[in-house]
């Protein structure tokens, strides 16, 4: 088998969360080192507070404090900490259940005596974050509360407003992935390193599928054959781009088009060049233009032969 | 019990399903007053208003919603369950890009048609306000070369095959916005509410994409759209006149393959004719009344009204040049005010599906198409990747 390519690939985007009233309380009181719940229809404190009644799904908007101390009701080891994660060195994943609470939330637990100090029943503490901007990782993590007992008795409503609420928030996403293009395009990226561009022939329709697949989409079996296609192709469609993309250098207008490359079974998208931008047209015969280094045709320029006709093209768009 | 000649439920054949419930948001380009629980809570609700209904009157619900990577949520479903009364129910998510809101109405009926529930909530939502979408449909994948060319950039060059194959004059796609728009004005839920449009203004405004111009464009909205879906037993019970589905279909196709036909796929217009089958249509622009279709770009218009055998091939742009898809036209187009006023993506297909239901419910409001008996909803995702479609109809199907 080829050697396949792989390269890594990460996705990350800073998205907005709005919060709505019940979360702006619960995270607002964060900041201000305040644990909210809400009251359900059947009387149980749910922490952290959900808008919903999870039995009735009614609005639910009965605020009440809850304590700062807890027990631990689950809880698991985790001795290699990734990154984002709640403290760099090793500790425990815990479900605590604070006091005045029915339910329980899931957070970190530092335990720098390892895993055997940790258990289920044991109670713990908010330690908290010593800047706070009104988000869950205002609670630093849980620490251990030796010898402490659970406060009794009913949390106390709680009004849910502060100053100055906090109403949305920045959630950093990041996926880290290795990426592999697959066997095929390996041997087209391969083919493109040194400017040639190579298809795969449909066994049972006959078309070039550029770039390859690996196997047709109509036809639903394997594309083995190689063929060589272009390099000089035909503009099929295009579009005059008059506003600048996101991180892409390029001046505008500039012209985006579907280029046939000959010998091919569908057209591909690239950029049009070498002319100006309002004399691109249907039918304009190309050329690739490589650049030093680049992995794909920085470009494509007209070859100066006649324009092809649109019946030769026209399953090409 | 079970008897192989004799099939189970209450009767032979599909179960009639009718539309009982619709409920919508006022689409705005940023809800930052609530959350994701709280943006489907409010569709839901008047949903369920409309059809005075319950929570506890839902049997299922059935939920859509385009790329998780719009809202960076990841299966919102789960964290919806509370905010849409689904504790203890069966609840589904369905994901088809940009058509999701009609393929999720379709899922939804057919567990009605099928007898599996009798009264479905479904619901679309998307709040692009929190991420980009464009960013969401563009991740940088490792070896391939990016898009060039923006949002628009990809729809644009199949707007000029369509002016080519059909020798369309460059004015169309100006009247289909200025109409969409003027439209949208008449419905206090769309997004854009522009008072001083003018077909100057349209036609003047900046060339994005040409041939596809700004106000031709459509906008980034934050939205959510409910239906409560129920059998003929519920309909019989409901206080306002239902609306009852005659037909419904998806198809797909690749985004990109040999021989694909962009400007008309082959997936849009084999829907259109299963639907029409279905509802034992054979002449659609005589016996359709309304079209709620999904038009993200103005040319779409033309395009669709010839896939969806509206017009004959190359004859769209004629129809909607010669005034036919106006408000007071013979064949009105997105009376709502459509996709081009109002798209929060993952809503926008069941919005068209919602929106073809008022109107032969006779529920429109101030964009009620006069005496509309048969309506169809269309949507497309994906690239012209996926479809789907219904035809609802005030009447209930014979059959």
């Known amino acids: 088998m080829d050697d396949v390519l792989t390269a890594p690939m990460v996705v990350e985007f800073p998205f907005t969360r709005s919060l709505g009233p019940v979360l702006s309380a619960f995270l607002t009181g964060l900041r201000e080192r305040t644990v909210l719940g809400v009251t359900a229809a059947d009387g149980r404190v749910v922490v952290p507070p959900t808008e919903y009644d999870p039995v009735t799904a009614e609005e639910i908007r009965d605020l009440v404090e809850v304590g700062q101390r807890g027990t631990v009701t689950t809880w698991a080891w985790n001795g290699a900490p990734r990154r984002g994660q709640p403290l760099a060195h090793p500790f425990a994943w815990v479900l605590v259940r604070l006091d005045g609470a029915d339910t329980a939330l899931l957070h970190a637990l530092d335990a720098p005596e390892g895993p055997d100090s940790v258990t289920t029943g044991m109670r713990v503490r908010v330690r908290w974050a010593q800047e706070r901007t009104g988000a869950i ?104 781009v008059n506003i600048k993309a996101k991180g892409l250098d390029i001046e505008v207008p500039y012209v985006y088009g ?60 | 019990m079970s008897n192989s000649e004799v099939p189970s439920g209450r009767g032979r054949g599909k179960e009639p399903v009718a539309v009982v419930g619709v409920g919508q948001t006022k689409h705005v380009a940023a809800r930052r007053d609530v959350s994701l629980a709280g943006l489907v809570r409010e569709a839901a609700r008047r949903a369920l208003e409309d059809a005075e209904l319950t929570w ?105 095959a369509y002016m080519h194959r059909t ?74 006149p239902p609306a009852w589905m005659h037909g419904g279909a998806m198809r797909s196709e690749p985004t990109l393959f040999a021989g694909k036909d962009a400007v008309s796929p082959r997936a849009g217009s084999d829907c259109a004719a299963d639907v029409y089958r279905q509802a034992g249509i054979t002449e659609p622009r005589r016996e359709i009344d309304a079209v709620e279709m999904y038009v993200p770009f103005s040319w779409y218009e033309p395009m669709w009204l010839e896939n969806l055998g509206f017009a004959k091939e190359g004859q769209g742009w004629t129809m909607t040049e010669s005034g036919a898809t106006e408000l007071d036209g013979d064949l009105p187009v997105n009376p709502s005010g459509g996709v081009l006023s109002t798209n929060p993506i993952g809503a926008s297909g069941m919005l068209r599906f919602a929106e073809a239901a008022l109107q032969v419910r006779g529920l429109a409001g101030a964009h009620q198409v006069e005496g509309a008996r048969r309506a169809l909803g269309h949507a497309y995702g994906g690239g012209s990747q996926f479809f789907s479609m219904w035809l609802v109809a005030a009447d209930p199907p014979t059959s």
Request: with cysteine.
């Open chain 1, 258 to 317: 579907h280029i046939a490359l000959d010998g091919a079974g569908l057209a591909l998208h690239g950029r049009v060049a070498g002319i100006p931008y309002d004399q691109v047209r249907m039918g304009l015969r190309v050329e690739p233009v490589w650049t030093e280094g680049g992995r794909h045709p920085d470009h494509y320029r007209p070859t100066g032969e006649p324009d092809a006709a649109y019946e030769t093209y026209k399953e090409l768009l």
């Open chain 1, 137 to 240: 990782t205002d609670i630093a993590c849980f620490e251990p509360a030796p010898h402490d007992t659970p406060l009794r008795g009913r949390p106390t409503s709680h009004p849910g407003t502060f100053a100055e609420p906090v109403t949305s928030l920045v959630a950093a996403a990041r996926l880290d992935y290795t990426y592999s293009p697959g066997r095929a395009q390996t041997r087209y990226l391969n083919a493109l390193a040194e400017h040639r561009t190579k298809g795969e022939r449909c066994p049972e329709c006959r078309k070039v599928y550029v770039p390859p697949r690996g196997a047709c989409p109509t036809c639903g079996v394997a594309t083995g054959e190689q063929v060589e296609v272009g390099p000089a192709g035909t503009v099929t469609t295009f579009c005059v």
């Open chain 2, 167 to 240: 020798s369309a004059p460059g004015h169309i796609g100006a009247l289909v916005a200025y109409k969409d728009r003027r439209n949208a004005l008449k419905n206090p839920y769309a997004h854009l509410h522009e008072e001083d449009i003018t077909l100057e203004k349209v036609r003047s405004s900046p060339m994005l994409w040409d041939p596809v111009r700004y106000s031709e464009t459509c906008p980034s909205s934050d939205g959510a759209c409910a239906m409560v879906l129920t059998d003929r037993a519920g309909a019989a019970r409901t206080p306002r």
């Open chain 2, 56 to 160: 506890g009157d839902v049997d299922a619900v059935v939920i859509g919603k385009a790329p998780d990577f719009f809202e960076g949520v990841m299966m919102p479903e789960l964290y919806l369950a509370d905010a849409l009364g689904a504790v203890g129910k069966p609840m589904l998510r369905v994901h088809t890009a940009g058509s999701v809101g009609g393929s999720t109405a379709l899922v939804a009926a057919n567990l009605v048609a099928a007898r599996v529930h009798r009264t479905v909530l479904t619901l679309a939502f998307e709040k692009q306000s929190e991420s980009n979408a464009m960013w969401g449909l563009s991740l940088p994948v490792p070896f391939q070369q990016p898009l060039l060319a923006g949002a628009g950039g990809f729809f644009a060059p199949h707007v000029r």
